[in-house]
């Protein structure tokens, strides 16, 4: 049997929490030239032709269950139950219709997770037109809206959903043609006509059942936007296939979502590829319910995400690793949250950035205290461009830094690069391509069709590969000193992020051309602040982080690598705090919430200039300094 109880006691004598999750057996096929290939002994299973074929069966099997659920201004939960959620998407699905919409001019989303966008968004690919997420906060800037007005070129959209006129008014009427139709929930737009969402719904359009059926693997379920080193947004052609392979994917991986429904609370945007399709469909394709948080991981709003988690119980945790060290506070010193959070509690994932593991460490101490067991917390490797879920890591071999081995259908190529291995995969949850990019698409994948990740693994043990793989750092990212010792980024700077939790919540790692590592460090302000106590609220960020005491903290940080560093190529020689976090409209965070490491340095070169200036500038910090 391919799936065992994740219930070995772990290294510490704690056993993990009984829950069924698969330990495939891998196959490894090394060949003369390095390459190295990776596959599941267990096939992947039979899966649904179409998104929507989920929601169809539940809303027969479990009509009046909760899908999704947001609270509304009163603090009350609003309910789409399942078989409301179908009626809504086959009127919204005729409306879309009666429009023309395709994907040539498809539906484009620009609020943020709802009720009404949950019911359009399954409209859209019940009837076989695609539909884009895009970032609220494209619209949120003033001025140019570049990043929203390249979005909208590029696709040609023939509708425009917004939500609410008042906050999305300015960015539609400084980039959106007069000639596309804009639907709103609420309010007016100014010198410009818009569809109320009730009319829209309420109109008679044609038929649907013949367009549903019309819907296949290959038909475009939605567009997901990424970036690269250039900055130009990248259209990814998410697939029905797609979605329906990595459902079933997540579930031979889990297969206690398939035992009883799952129940999420999840404050990630849909726009992202792990809010908006991976956990969107762990709850659509297992029939089970969705709480859309409207916390997020910051001192501002993290009492919001600790209400809802005292009012609902998890079954699975999904979030990124800011959000687990937001509530380690509130999970020990909350009894009430701790009973809710770990009554019915399953499984706990990360994603988007490593997890340092003194938060790991934290977590597993919180657990086992309260529950005697430890969660078992998982994590991989994924892009929006494999719909993400690609390698996962066994419970009793996760660690941070660690990603895992391929999942059921991928197939992983380890490619040769410089010294490194480079993370390829194909299976039928990659995305046949980017939209309207030819040269792009084709060069995103290698000879033989795989997927290139950009990602370089390396083996645990090479003498025992079903260990499983480390993430071994973004090749664009690597680069020479002068010396020409190559500078692996990805490893070193999960190192300084263990060491400076949870001081600091990035690094963008400066170098090439030069005689020494130095950094740019993004400081968790709220932590910077709490060693500062006499400081008032008020006081700005930069006044915060000239502080000596946070000086101080930051250079024994420095000093502990240095000592623990093998050369130059990991040893941090100096660096400077960013008074200004990583800028989403200047491309400076990557889709998956971490830094961009090219965009930031490049944006920042007078301070990296300074982090180079001789005589050496006061204002960088250096290992010794405290």
Known sequence: MSAERAADPAPSGHPFRSVRLATDRHIFDRRADGTVYVRCEEPLGPYAARVTDWLVRFASEATDRTFVAKRDRSGAWQRLTYGDALSRAERLGA???????????????????????????????????????????????????????????????????????????????????????????????VDRKATFLAEFEAGRGQQIAAAHQGVGPDTIAKFLFTS????????????????????????????????????????????????????????????????????????????????????????????????????????????????SFYRRLKLTFFAAAGLPQPIWDALDGISVSHAGERIPMLTGLGATETAPFA??????????????????????????????????????????????????????????????????????????????????????????????????????????????????????IAGEGRDAVMGLIVPDMEECRALCPDLDAAVPAAEVLADERVRAAFARVLSRLAQASTGSSNRIAGALLLDKPPSIDLNEVTDKGSINQRATLRNRAALVEELYAEPPSPRVIRPGDA
């Open 95 to 189: 409306a879309l219709l009666s429009r023309g919409l395709s994907a040539e001019r498809p539906l484009v989303i620009l609020s943020g997770a709802d009720l009404d966008h949950a019911a359009l968004a399954l409209a859209a690919m019940h009837v076989g037109v695609p539909y884009a997420p895009v970032s609220p906060a494209y619209s949120a800037f003033g001025g140019a809206y570049e990043r929203l007005r390249d979005i909208l070129s590029l696709l040609t959209p023939g509708l425009v959903y917004a939500g609410e006129a008042a906050a999305f008014g300015p960015a539609i009427a400084a980039t959106l043609p007069p000639d596309v139709e804009v639907v709103i929930r609420e309010g007016t737009l």
């Open 228 to 339: 690269g080193s250039t900055g130009l947004p990248k259209a990814v052609v998410t697939t029905h296939r797609m979605l329906c392979a990595n459902a079933a994917q997540l579930q031979a991986s889990f297969p206690f979502l398939t035992e009883e429904p799952p129940v999420l609370i999840d404050w990630l945007p849909w726009h992202h590829v792990f809010g908006g399709s991976h956990n969107f469909d762990i709850v659509l394709s297992n029939g089970g319910s969705l709480y859309i948080d409207d916390g997020r991981p910051t001192p501002a709003l993290i009492g919001e995400t600790v209400r809802n988690l005292r009012e609902i119980a998890p079954t699975a945790y999904f979030t990124v690793p800011k959000g687990y060290e937001s509530l380690i506070p509130h999970l020990r010193n909350d009894d009430a949250l701790r009973e």
């Open 391 to 508: 390698l996962v890591c066994r419970p009793d071999q996760c660690r941070s830094g660690r990603v895992g081995l391929p999942v059921r259908g991928v197939e992983l190529k380890l490619a040769p690069v410089e010294d490194k291995l480079e993370a390829r995969v194909r299976g039928p949850n990659v995305t046949p391509g980017y939209w309207r990019n030819p040269e792009l698409s084709a060069a995103a994948r290698d000879e033989e069709g795989f997927y290139r990740f950009g990602d370089a693994l390396r083996f645990v043990d090479p003498a025992k590969p079903e260990i499983g793989l480390y993430f071994d750092g973004r090749l664009n990212e690597d680069f020479k000193l002068t010396t020409g010792v190559w500078v692996s980024v990805g490893p070193l700077r999960a190192q300084f992020l263990n060491a400076a939790a949870p001081l600091a919540r990035d690094i963008a």
